[in-house]
């Protein structure tokens, strides 16, 4: 008899596991009060994750599958995964008389590969396009972590956007150039994709069991994916109605817009209901059949968030885990404002991201990369604290993706693996993207003054505070060249703006 483990993240109907019915075979989903209180997670997030469980289980049962599915409401409930698979083993072995072997598939997080090491075979998830050690590899021999070397590579291997003789499409390998244009408010934007689950009984599940939790539940009509049907239908939408104009607005941030031409397939993604060349076949076959409606920036800028940097970051997790979660390469340790989990700031532009993903449990990677995680590191907050804020929000959010983009990609806090150098910004540069600024109390043109936007004097108090990490950085040098050429009383007035700000953060 065999016992084979399903994890929440791991709900892919293509899985060569059940491709045939076996009497033999027992497939077992928990609920597990550790792995839903490990970070304070999201009333949605937990919702879609517990919800796509049960809908697997239901799918398993119709296909012919056994299935154990046991809720929080089990009583044989032991509370964490090992403990409930020990427990389901120990059981269907006195049950049959017969030795009960357990499989499970390759967890994508070092916390449960941890966990889960030693009780039975593990087996290939199928679902990424690269093993574990991939970037490891391919880096083992390159100075830096570039991820446009590794992408290239990808292209070429699973044969994408490339012309009879191999070549890129278009004569090149990226077009970011063509693609992040401003906002223009003037611009319609696609009606939202949504479902409509009835999920107050799981809801009320979670509080009968007292798991603390945050943001809006949306349980009454619930808008994520549950199962694969519904997560090709939100690609599908995405491709009709949102590719075209996909790389233009990609770093664009806009009032009253919470998607704008974002796919919003990331949760399906990760809970594996849909396959990265899922994605990247369907964007690329639109290109294919209407070059003329689908420009090939847009298409090719899409394909690179799957196919590059969705594949580039699980293998620099798994390349420096476990130490990775440790690191703080500016030593920054200021904890998180308490409007992080209300909205409650009168920065516009924070405001809106935060209350959007209090709402939605979503925003696009601009309002985390340039947003949140911008102002985060201009002031220097906590890394792990802030880990455990995007670990908790998002939909989307697991570990071998949130922690390479936050601690990595949006904090600089690796010391330079996934970027070359920390991104940050003034003012300016949220002002251009989009039209914050102009419902913002904070004026972006002031840099000094009780009305002064706070991202001006911060990002030059970043920059001063941490010279000697970053003036031999090739890319930063300028900066240093300007603040240097700056009027002495003009640099001190910013320093004593920005040190003002840091004092009242909790009121910004
Ligand atoms: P789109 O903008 O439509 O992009 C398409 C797909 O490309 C995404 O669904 C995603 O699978 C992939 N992708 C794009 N950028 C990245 C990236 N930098 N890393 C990995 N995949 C990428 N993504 C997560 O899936 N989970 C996270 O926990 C997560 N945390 C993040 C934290 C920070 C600080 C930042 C800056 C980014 C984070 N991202 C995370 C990456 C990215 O922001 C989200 O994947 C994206 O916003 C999801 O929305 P979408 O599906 O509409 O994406
Ligand atoms: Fe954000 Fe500053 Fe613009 Fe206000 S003025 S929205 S704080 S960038």
């Keep these: 008899m065999k016992l084979r483990l399903i994890l929440g993240d791991q709900l892919n109907p293509l899985h060569s596991w059940f491709a045939q019915r076996d009497s033999e075979v027992v497939y077992a989903l928990f609920e597990s009060r550790e792995e839903l209180t490990y970070a304070p997670h999201h009333r949605q997030k937990m919702l879609a994750f517990l919800h796509g469980m049960q809908r697997f289980a239901e799918w398993l049962r119709a296909e012919g599958h056994s299935v154990e599915h046991w809720t929080l409401d089990e009583p044989r409930q032991r509370g964490s995964l090992r403990a409930n698979l020990e427990a389901l083993k120990t059981e269907w072995e006195a049950r049959t008389g017969q030795t009960v072997a357990v499989e499970y598939q390759e967890p994508d997080e070092y916390r449960l590969d941890q966990a889960l090491s030693g009780i039975g075979q593990c087996v290939p998830s199928e679902h990424f396009l690269t093993e574990r050690d991939g970037v490891r590899r391919h880096f083992a021999s390159k100075k830096t972590y570039l991820m446009e070397s590794f992408y290239r590579v990808m292209r070429v291997k699973w044969n994408v956007l490339l012309d009879t003789s191999g070549q890129p499409e278009g004569g090149t ?169 209300t909205g409650q700031t009168r920065m516009r532009c924070m405001q809106v991201a935060v209350d959007q993903s209090l709402r939605t449990a979503y925003a696009h990677h601009i309002q985390r990369l340039m947003v949140v995680g911008n102002f985060a590191l201009l002031a220097g907050l906590d890394p792990r604290e802030l880990d455990t804020w995007y670990l908790g929000i998002y939909i989307d959010a697991l570990e071998w993706v949130e922690l390479p983009n936050t601690r990595g990609m949006s904090q600089f806090a690796d010391g330079g693996i996934v970027g070359t150098k920390p991104y940050v910004s003034s003012g300016a540069y949220l002002n251009k993207q989009g039209n914050h600024c102009a419902s913002c109390p904070y004026s972006v043109h002031e840099k000094v003054g009780p009305n002064a936007c706070p991202f001006n004097s911060l990002y030059w108090h970043f920059y001063a505070r941490n010279r000697p990490q970053l003036e031999r950085n090739p890319r930063v040098g300028m900066v240093y060249r300007t603040w240097d050429k700056m009027k002495p009383d003009h640099r001190e007035a910013l320093l004593e703006q920005a040190e003002s700000n840091l004092q009242s953060i909790n009121n910004l």
Excluded at 226 to 236: G, I, K, Q, Y
Excluded at 244 to 254: I, K, V
Excluded at 280 to 293: D, F, G, H, N, Q
């Design 173 to 341: 390998w990226n077009f970011d150039a063509e693609n992040r244009s401003s906002w223009d408010p003037a611009q319609q934007v696609p009606r939202e994709w949504r479902a409509h689950h009835d999920l107050r009984e799981l809801d009320a599940r979670l509080d009968r069991h007292g798991i603390p939790r945050w943001g809006e539940s949306a349980a009454a009509d619930f808008p994520w994916p549950s199962d694969r049907p519904e997560a090709l239908d939100v690609l599908d939408h995405f491709v009709e109605h949102a590719l075209a104009l996909f790389g233009r607005y990609q770093d664009s941030l806009a009032e009253g817009q919470d998607f704008l031409f974002h796919s919003r397939i990331s949760f399906a993604l990760n809970t594996k209901m849909l396959h990265p060349l899922d994605a990247v076949r369907a964007a690329e076959t639109a290109w294919r059949r209407a070059p003329e409606r689908y420009p090939l920036p847009a298409v090719e800028g899409f394909i690179r968030q799957v196919l590059g940097w969705r594949e580039y970051v699980r293998g620099i997790y798994w390349d420096q885990m476990p130490s990775y979660a440790e690191r703080n390469f500016f030593g920054h340790d200021r904890p998180l404002p308490p409007w992080m989990y």
